[in-house]
């Protein structure tokens, strides 16, 4: 008797782990996912203030493209920044190149590169920019506000093509060199996408 009560007690643990197993899932509502967006503009041959710009598709990134049916809201949790690459005309020494701001935009566009009216959004504002703690050392500079993120989350969910803009300002000094050959630089935006 004993035997067949352990027996009983041993199946009914069994049913229960099969019936618990088998519960339908689908119930989970949100699924968190993270994607980083790469940037690669180019200044070249310019004099400053003037500004560099990259035209970004989301399309062209498979985890926007398997889930833009589904986003629910998409965060902008962060940027970095690295200068790969610069020259000035007269090769001014890396250590003395300070620019006396870069400001970074995100301006949404149509998928044929018309400019969205009013949807350009400041992203940050960097004040005496030393290029030689940016360069070829990518550094986190950017922590998007939440209200400004949550009117892009808006727009991204609405349109995945926009302008990413570096605006560089003239140069901090006496006898700098305003006219570059080449800035290089890279930035990678990581954004968090909810889906449902």
Not at 10 to 33: M, W, Y
Not at 97 to 116: K, P, W
Request: charged share 25%; glycine share 4%.
């Amino acid at each position: 008797m004993k035997n067949l009560k352990s027996l009983l007690v041993a199946l009914l643990v069994a049913a229960g782990i099969i019936g618990f197993s088998s519960c339908d899932v689908t119930n989970i509502s949100d699924v968190v996912l993270q994607m980083t967006v790469d940037f690669d503009p180019i200044f070249e041959d310019k004099m400053v203030p003037d500004s560099s710009i990259d035209l970004t598709d989301l399309n062209d990134y498979e985890t926007y493209r398997d889930n833009k049916e589904d986003i629910e809201d998409a965060q902008i949790l962060h940027f970095n920044y690295r200068i790969d690459e610069i020259k000035t005309e007269n090769n001014m020494d890396i250590d003395s190149i300070v620019f006396e701001s870069v400001n970074f935009y995100m301006i949404l566009t149509t998928a044929n590169g018309d400019r969205i009216p009013g949807q350009r959004y400041k992203l940050g504002e960097f004040k005496n920019l030393h290029v030689s703690d940016y360069y070829k050392t990518a550094k986190h500079i950017i922590e998007v506000p939440s209200e400004l993120g949550n009117l892009i989350s808006e727009q991204i969910k609405s349109t995945p093509y926009f302008v990413f803009v570096t605006e560089y300002s003239g140069l901090v000094g006496e006898n700098v060199d305003n006219r570059f050959d080449y800035i290089k630089s890279h930035m990678d935006m990581v954004l968090r996408i909810k889906t449902k």
